[in-house]
């Protein structure tokens, strides 16, 4: 598959601030790409380069063979950016805040209708494109901002935090949306999400922290990395438990967070009616489950991503 994007010892430095520290990856043409990290981790800093917004300190960002620094409008026509915040007019109709972005990137005027119906069909705003934009929920507003993405037929699209401030049933129906786009229109999506089940979809995530990427993989891949089951328990007296199970349990990476004790084994239906038996102390809770992307990152940090997200 080709690279839609790449990005080659990409650094940022503010005043005193390492933001980001050299990083290097790809984007494969057709997919979602999830760029997933806490709070300052540099996500933020790295799209704003990769779509021309911040000049980098070094490096160079390639986007559909034009070069970020150098090509700015050959990058700026064949991108579409979703941004957090609302950037739609809302005292305007759904339909006039498309037109006004056809006019911002010299759609020909005599395309103009039929794009703006496409794109509004697609999002499924087409029965509602002559209401004000205040009348609309959050969620149609967010398809609508969507839908202005994709105008200008973009071969990538970035999503910075989609459905952020979205009740999960609206997140949901985004979702079905931007899947939609990816499979009928082979676009290449760049997100941001914080949402670990968001993450999920992604065929590819990178994840960051402190300037740095330190893994990129498939979400199925990072986690099966990972191996085996956790299992989390508590008991009558955690402290005696460790013993014992220091004494008597092999086959499993044991740590201990508040009164849980959290044992990573290779198989649990291997292991577990073993260690039931074995143990002496009586188990008050226990939970058998696969490792998930907050796993993947806790493994790789020593830090839990929803707790540094918070
Ligand atoms: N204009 C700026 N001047 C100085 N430091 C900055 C500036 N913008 C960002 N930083 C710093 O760079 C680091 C990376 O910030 P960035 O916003 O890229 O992180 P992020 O992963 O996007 O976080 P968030 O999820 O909160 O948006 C942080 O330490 C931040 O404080």
């Known amino acids: 598959?080709?690279?839609?994007?790449?990005?080659?010892?990409?650094?940022?430095?503010?005043?005193?601030?390492?933001?980001?520290?050299?990083?290097?990856?790809?984007?494969?043409?057709?997919?979602?790409?999830?760029?997933?990290?806490?709070?300052?981790?540099?996500?933020?800093?790295?799209?704003?380069?990769?779509?021309?917004?911040?000049?980098?300190?070094?490096?160079?960002?390639?986007?559909?063979?034009?070069?970020?620094?150098?090509?700015?409008?050959?990058?700026?026509?064949?991108?579409?950016?979703?941004?957090?915040?609302?950037?739609?007019?809302?005292?305007?109709?759904?339909?006039?805040?498309?037109?006004?972005?056809?006019?911002?990137?010299n759609v020909p005027k005599e395309k103009r209708h039929s794009r703006i119906q496409e794109v509004l069909q697609i999002v499924d705003l087409i029965d509602v494109q002559n209401k004000r934009v205040e009348e609309f929920s959050g969620g149609m507003k967010r398809r609508l901002e969507i839908a202005r993405g994709l105008l200008h037929y973009p071969k990538v699209l970035f999503l910075d935090e989609p459905t952020v401030g979205l009740d999960p049933n609206t997140r949901a129906h985004l979702w079905k949306y931007i899947l939609k786009l990816k499979e009928q229109e082979g676009i290449t999506m760049f997100l941001t999400t914080h949402y670990l089940d968001e993450a999920e979809v992604s065929d590819r995530i990178a994840i960051m922290d402190q300037g740095e990427i330190i893994a990129i993989d498939s979400p199925t891949v990072l986690k099966d990395e990972l191996g085996g089951d956790l299992i989390e328990l508590s008991t009558e007296d955690n402290d005696q438990a460790i013993e014992e199970i220091q004494e008597k349990v092999t086959g499993a990476d044991v740590t201990v967070s508040g009164d849980t004790i959290h044992l990573k084994v290779e198989s649990s239906d291997a292991f577990i009616s073993n260690f039931i038996k074995t143990l002496d102390i009586p188990i008050t809770k226990l939970n058998i489950r696969k490792p998930t992307l907050n796993d993947v990152f806790l493994a790789f940090t020593g830090r839990n991503i929803q707790t540094s997200e918070e």
Do not use: W
């Open 1 to 105: 598959m080709n690279s839609v994007i790449q990005v080659t010892d990409l650094v940022k430095t503010y005043k005193n601030v390492n933001a980001v520290k050299g990083i290097n990856f790809d984007v494969k043409e057709g997919e979602i790409f999830g760029f997933l990290g806490p709070n300052g981790a540099g996500k933020s800093t790295t799209i704003n380069m990769i779509c021309t917004m911040l000049p980098p300190t070094s490096g160079s960002v390639v986007i559909n063979g034009y070069d970020v620094h150098k090509q700015k409008d050959e990058v700026r026509g064949s991108i579409g950016i979703i941004f957090q915040e609302n950037t739609l007019d809302e005292k305007l109709t759904a339909n006039e805040n498309l037109r006004l972005h056809c006019r911002f990137y």
